[in-house]
């Protein structure tokens, strides 16, 4: 059985930092893209970032270039979404996710192309 379980989030202030962790279990890792999606209250769930299986290639939401880094260690069955310059608008509960294409390159993070999702991670930015 596939697991995904993150960590990392928090409260705090607008211009700060948070790092979250996602631990994958349950299936080959390496072998599919991950993605990071969020959800702020009252909105529909959105993709934030996605990276490819090789890790070679990565995709980004507009709002976030620039601010947010994903990167994955496939050794460790982890991702990692590292958010700069926080500001109140990025206040959400964050999921990892897996896609369901195995060895997909692509950019195309879509919520019905990943079969498998974590409980969420809250951060909350305060003004």
């Known amino acids: 059985q596939v697991q995904l379980v993150e960590s990392g989030g928090g409260l705090v202030q607008a211009g700060g930092s948070l790092r979250l962790s996602c631990a994958a279990s349950g299936r080959t890792f390496s072998s599919y893209g991950m993605g990071w999606f969020r959800q702020a209250p009252g909105k529909e769930r959105e993709f934030v970032a996605g990276?490819?299986?090789?890790?070679?290639?990565?995709f980004y939401t507009d709002s976030v270039k620039g601010r947010f880094t994903i990167s994955r260690d496939n050794a460790k069955n982890t991702v990692y979404l590292q958010m700069n310059s926080l500001t109140p608008e990025d206040t959400a509960v964050y999921y990892c996710?897996?896609?369901?294409?195995?060895?997909?390159?692509?950019?195309?993070?879509?919520?019905?192309?990943?079969?498998?999702w974590g409980k969420g991670t809250l951060v909350t930015v305060s003004s």
């Open positions: 990276i490819s299986w090789s890790g070679r290639s990565t």
């Open positions: 996710a897996s896609d369901k294409r195995p060895f997909y390159n692509g950019g195309n993070y879509r919520r019905d192309g990943m079969d498998y």
